[in-house]
C-alpha cells in the first residue's frame, strides 16, 4: 500500500510592484564613426537602418557580473531596500563567458544579499519580461518576499568585429528593477510565447559569433510584436489608449518606431511616449527595457503612476510583454 503525505503549501500577497530601478553602462562611448575606422560602415547607414547615433561598450573590467552589481545596488538604493530584506535575485542574460558558473549568486554575495535564491534566465533580448513575471509569481506564491531582477549584458566578446551587419548592433550594459507585494496590482499578468521553428534566424555560429537573419527577424519582429503587447494589455484590463509609455526591446529604432504605429492604429493615443534608448545605449539584448525605463525616470519623461507597456523578443525566438505601473 503507497503511503499518502499531506505537505504545507505557502500563500503570498495577491498583488505585486516595482519599487525601485537602476542602471549601469559601459564606460567606453562608442560613435559610428568609430566603428566605421574599423569595418565597412557609415554613420549614416546605421543612423538611417537602425537608429543608433552611439552605443556604450564596457571596460575589461567592466563583466556581466560587476555591471549587474551596479545596477542592482542603484535599484535597491532607489526602493530603500537593504540587501537583507531581498530573498531572491534573478539575472536575464545570455553572455555571460560560459553556462557555470551564472551570474546570480555572485551579483547577490557582492551586493550583500547572503544566502539568496539566485539563478540566471536565459530568453535572450525577451529576458527582462520573464524574469519580472517570474519574480512577481514567486512573490505572489510565497516563495519570496523581495526579488531583485537584472538584465545584464556584455556582448562584445560574442561578436565578429569584421561583421558590419551585428558589430554595429549590440553594446553592454545593465538595468535592475526591485519587485515588490503591493496592495493593488501594479504588475500585469505577461503574455509568453516562443517560436522555435525560427530558432535559425538568430544563433551563435561555430565560432561563437553572432549570427542574424536581419530581414527575417525584421519581419517577424515588425508584424508579430504589436499583437503580444496587446494582449498583455487586454490581460492587465485596460485599453490600448490607457498606455502611457511604450518600452518595446530597443532591437532596432526602426522596428520599435514599427511596434508604435501599430499599436497607435489599434487605439494607443497618439501622445503615447516612445522609449527610444537604442540611439545611445545601442541594442543591449536583456538589459535594454530596465536600461530605457531608468534613463526615462531620470530624464523625467516617464513620471510615477504612468502605465508602462513592456515586450521583449529576440533569440529563440522568445517574446514576452507586461504592463506595470511606474514606481
Ligand atoms: O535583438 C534581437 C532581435 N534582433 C532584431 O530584431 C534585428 C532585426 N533586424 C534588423 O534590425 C536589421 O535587419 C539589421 C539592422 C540587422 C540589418 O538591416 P537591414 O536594413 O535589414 O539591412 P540588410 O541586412 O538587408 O542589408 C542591406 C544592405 C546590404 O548590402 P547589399 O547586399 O544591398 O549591397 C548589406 O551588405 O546593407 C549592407 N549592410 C551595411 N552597409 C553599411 C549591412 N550592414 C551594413 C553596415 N553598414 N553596418
Not at 492587465?236 to 526602426?254: C, E, I, K
Request: aromatic letters at 6%; charged letters at 20%; a negative charge.
Amino acid at each position: 500500500m503507497s503511503k499518502t503525505s499531506t505537505l504545507s503549501l505557502t500563500e503570498g500577497p495577491n498583488a505585486t510592484r516595482v519599487v525601485g530601478f537602476g542602471s549601469a553602462q559601459g564606460n567606453r562611448v562608442v560613435t559610428n564613426d568609430d566603428l566605421a575606422r574599423i569595418v565597412d560602415t557609415n554613420d549614416e547607414w546605421i543612423q538611417q537602418r537602425v537608429g543608433i547615433v552611439s552605443r556604450r561598450l564596457g571596460e575589461d573590467d567592466q563583466t556581466v557580473v560587476s555591471m549587474a552589481v551596479e545596477a542592482g545596488s542603484k535599484a535597491l538604493a532607489d526602493a530603500g531596500l537593504s540587501p537583507a530584506e531581498v530573498d531572491q535575485v534573478i539575472i536575464a542574460t545570455c553572455t555571460m563567458p560560459g553556462p557555470i558558473p551564472n551570474a546570480a549568486a555572485q551579483v547577490a554575495d557582492r551586493i550583500g544579499i547572503k544566502a539568496s535564491g539566485a539563478f540566471d534566465l536565459n530568453a535572450a533580448c525577451a529576458g527582462f519580461c520573464y524574469a519580472l513575471n517570474t519574480a512577481s509569481d514567486f512573490i505572489r506564491a510565497g516563495s519570496a518576499r523581495n526579488v531583485l531582477v537584472i538584465g545584464a549584458e556584455r556582448f562584445q566578446e560574442w561578436l565578429d568585429w569584421q561583421d558590419r551587419a551585428n558589430c554595429i548592433i549590440f553594446a553592454d550594459g545593465a538595468g535592475a528593477a526591485v519587485v515588490s507585494p503591493a496592495e493593488q496590482p501594479s504588475i500585469g499578468p505577461a503574455t509568453l510565447g516562443s517560436a522555435g521553428d525560427m530558432v535559425d534566424t538568430i544563433y551563435l555560429r561555430e565560432n561563437r559569433y553572432i549570427y542574424q537573419e536581419g530581414q527575417t527577424v525584421f519581419r517577424w519582429a515588425t508584424s508579430e510584436v504589436a499583437p503580444v503587447a496587446t494582449r498583455a494589455v487586454e490581460r492587465a484590463g485596460l485599453r490600448l489608449s490607457d498606455v502611457d509609455v511604450l518600452v518595446a526591446h530597443q532591437a532596432n529604432l526602426r522596428i520599435v518606431e514599427a511596434i508604435a504605429r501599430k499599436l497607435q492604429n489599434q487605439g494607443a493615443r497618439d501622445d503615447l511616449v516612445v522609449a527610444r534608448d537604442i540611439v545611445h545605449s545601442g541594442n543591449t539584448s536583456a538589459a535594454s527595457i530596465p536600461l530605457a525605463i531608468d534613463h526615462m525616470r531620470s530624464a523625467g519623461e516617464v513620471n510615477s503612476g504612468d502605465v508602462l507597456l513592456l515586450v521583449g523578443f529576440g533569440a529563440g525566438l522568445s517574446y514576452a510583454g507586461q504592463v506595470i505601473i511606474c514606481p
